[in-house]
């Protein structure tokens, strides 16, 4: 029987990234680290720059990019308020960001529409890599890119696409990896991928990542984890969401604890979920690590000065935002 894997899950970084981090996650003795996306804040220089401390971790690491990475604010900002020419017209370069950031990850992979095997002393699984950039709410955002980069141009194609990942995986344990969680978790404002800055709420997964896990237990796949990020763990309103569910002998994970580093007490801790995948299903469990001397050397709270600026600027027009796009504690 193949014995158990260990994986770490590190939820949203948002520049939440320091030397404490890379000394653990090079001394742990995880098989495989998944970052579910969002290393940016506001800029691409940021994302650039949490992806190059990625780089020398020493083990394998597969990145989701986020809806915040290889873009900028901007692009972001048409995404959020639904302007999708204004998108289109700010999103040329797409490529060139994201082709910056696979190379300043290195060794480090960056994902999207791909499988990736693990192959581990103490068994092999297949990881099934979603829809990268995505906003949650079942559309497509970045659509242009995708398009251009993926031939994916609605949420049909996408589903189409990762059921195609699926239906060429012979493994029987899959862990599917993607940015923002399926659909079909809950509509409620505090549910583990729900709508909270709408008053209406309602479910913000992703349709078709809901649909590929569904085409992969019909076709008799063994789905042991599903890891997202997005929604950040604090609910706007107050409260917190889940950030596990087991639904259908499958463990959920949202790994968005934002910020990812944060004071406990007197101790600063960093975040990130440890996955356990054994032959029949998954386990997690929620680690806060402490630093050597408690303190963080983290990139700063935004990182500098002029991230952080344009970060303030950008919260200030998402919160003013239409409620078509308006977002507010999701990353
Ligand atoms: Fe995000």
């Given at each position: 029987m193949a014995?158990?894997?260990?994986?770490?899950?590190?939820?949203?970084?948002?520049?939440?990234?320091?030397?404490?981090?890379?000394?653990?996650?090079?001394?742990?003795?995880?098989?495989l680290i998944l970052f579910v996306g969002d290393l940016a804040g506001y800029t691409h220089a940021g994302g650039l720059g949490v992806a190059r401390s990625i780089a020398p971790l020493g083990r394998r690491a597969l990145v989701m990019p986020g809806n915040h990475d290889g873009i900028h604010v901007g692009q972001l900002m048409a995404e959020v308020m639904r302007r999708p020419r204004l998108g289109d017209l700010l999103g040329a370069g797409q490529e060139r960001r994201c082709a910056e950031l696979a190379t300043a990850l290195d060794e480090a992979t960056l994902c999207g529409y791909d499988v990736r095997d693990v192959v581990t002393p103490r068994g092999a699984l297949r990881v099934i890599a979603g829809r990268p950039h995505s906003m949650g709410g079942s559309y497509i955002a970045y659509a242009r890119y995708l398009a251009r980069r993926f031939g994916v141009g609605s949420i049909d194609d996408s589903a189409r696409r990762l059921q195609a990942l699926v239906d060429a995986s012979p493994h029987q344990r899959l862990v599917f990896f993607a940015h923002a969680g399926p659909?079909?978790?809950?509509?409620?404002?505090?549910?583990?991928?729900?709508?909270?800055?709408?008053?209406?709420?309602?479910?913000?997964?992703?349709?078709?990542?809901?649909?590929?896990?569904?085409?992969?237990?019909?076709?008799?796949?063994?789905?042991?984890?599903?890891?997202?990020?997005?929604?950040?763990?604090?609910?706007?309103?107050?409260?917190?969401?889940?950030?596990?569910?087991?639904?259908?002998?499958?463990?959920?994970?949202?790994?968005?604890?934002?910020?990812?580093?944060?004071?406990?007490?007197?101790?600063?801790?960093?975040?990130?979920?440890?996955?356990?995948?054994?032959?029949?299903?998954?386990?997690?469990?929620?680690?806060?690590?402490?630093?050597?001397?408690?303190?963080?050397?983290?990139?700063?709270?935004g990182g500098p000065a002029a991230e952080r600026m344009i970060g303030t600027l950008a919260r200030w027009l998402i919160r003013r935002a239409p409620r078509t796009g308006g977002v507010s504690r999701r990353g």
């Open positions: 014995e158990t894997i260990d994986i770490a899950v590190v939820g949203d970084v948002h520049l939440q990234w320091d030397a404490e981090d890379i000394a653990y996650f090079r001394a742990a003795s995880y098989e659909a079909g978790l809950g509509g409620g404002r505090a549910d583990i991928w729900g709508c909270d800055f709408r008053p209406e709420e309602g479910d913000w997964g992703d349709e078709d990542l809901r649909r590929a896990i569904a085409h992969a237990r019909a076709a008799g796949k063994r789905v042991v984890a599903v890891v997202a990020g997005h929604m950040h763990h604090a609910v706007k309103g107050g409260g917190r969401r889940p950030w596990r569910v087991v639904r259908d002998g499958i463990l959920y994970v949202n790994a968005a604890r934002v910020p990812r580093i944060f004071h406990r007490g007197s101790t600063v801790v960093r975040h990130h979920v440890a996955v356990q995948i054994a032959a029949d299903g998954a386990t997690a469990t929620e680690m806060l690590v402490p630093g050597a001397d408690g303190r963080s050397t983290r990139r700063g709270d």
